[in-house]
T-cell receptor, first 117, second 112 residues
Framework: EAGVVQSPRYKIIEKKQPVAFWCNPI?????LYWYLQNLGQGPELLIR????????DSQLPKDRFSAERLKGVDSTLKIQPAELGDSAVYLC???????????????FGEGSRLTVL | GNSVTQMEGPVTLSEEAFLTINCTYT??????LFWYVQYPGEGLQLLLK?????DKGSNKGFEATYRKETTSFHLEKGSVQVSDSAVYFC???????????FGKGTTLSVSS
């Protein structure tokens, strides 16, 4: 079974440029997450989707960040314009919960590492 | 809200040494507890989990017991290997049980 797929793995951009990250979750997983991981820190939740609905986006900086999951499968996270402080790893994860409970286990992709110059 | 605190690293050990990485939590209700591991160049992967008090999660020689009385979930391994070198994250479900909250991670380096 294929895992969570993210692209690109690495992205280097100049500040004020836009950037987008793509995520394809594990087939059948209705819940999709975007997490932010700063260097030396643990992942922090940005947004959670149940199917195509963003049910928790309270930690997403909405002035420059946006996300979508139009058909309830793939998702895109966008930053426009990027700032120096956005340099980090953006992680996508998927899970079966809240339904078909796996007691909270999340399956992560390898992440997209962003460097803003 | 729920939170987790884990010991800071790095932790440096020789092969076959005993490992303990401390993790304590603050939570409302009864969260599930997890240890995730991130090997160099790879994504986060679940190492073990426990869903209720006194449960013991185990995998690959690692163990952790859900201790409600001490609000702890310490990770242990009796004999570490070089291949265990990685970053270890303690995590728990949030108050709504809909996402995970992670600690800052502990880097383990094992030398031969």
């Amino acid at each position: 079974e294929a895992g969570v797929v993210q692209s690109p793995r690495y992205k280097i951009i100049e500040k004020k440029q836009p950037v987008a990250f793509w995520c394809n979750p594990i087939s059948g997983h209705n819940t999709l997450y975007w997490y932010l991981q700063n260097l030396g820190q643990g992942p922090e939740l940005l947004i959670r989707y149940e199917n195509e609905e963003a049910v928790d986006d309270s930690q997403l900086p909405k002035d420059r960040f946006s996300a979508e999951r139009l058909k309830g499968v793939d998702s895109t996270l966008k930053i426009q314009p990027a700032e120096l402080g956005d340099s980090a790893v953006y992680l996508c994860a998927s899970s079966l919960f809240p339904s078909g409970s796996s007691s909270g286990e999340l399956f992560f992709g390898e992440g997209s590492r962003l460097t803003v110059l | 809200g729920n939170s987790v605190t884990q010991m800071e690293g790095p932790v440096t050990l020789s092969e076959e040494a005993f490992l303990t990485i401390n993790c304590t939590y603050t939570a409302t209700g009864y969260p599930s507890l997890f240890w995730y591991v991130q090997y160099p160049g790879e994504g986060l992967q679940l190492l073990l989990k426990a869903t209720k008090a006194d449960d013991k999660g185990s995998n690959k020689g690692f163990e952790a017991t859900y201790r409600k009385e001490t609000t702890s979930f310490h990770l242990e391994k009796g004999s570490v290997q070089v291949s265990d070198s990685a970053v270890y994250f303690c995590a728990l479900t949030n108050q709504a049980g809909t996402a995970l909250i992670f600690g800052k991670g502990t880097t383990l380096s094992v030398s031969s």
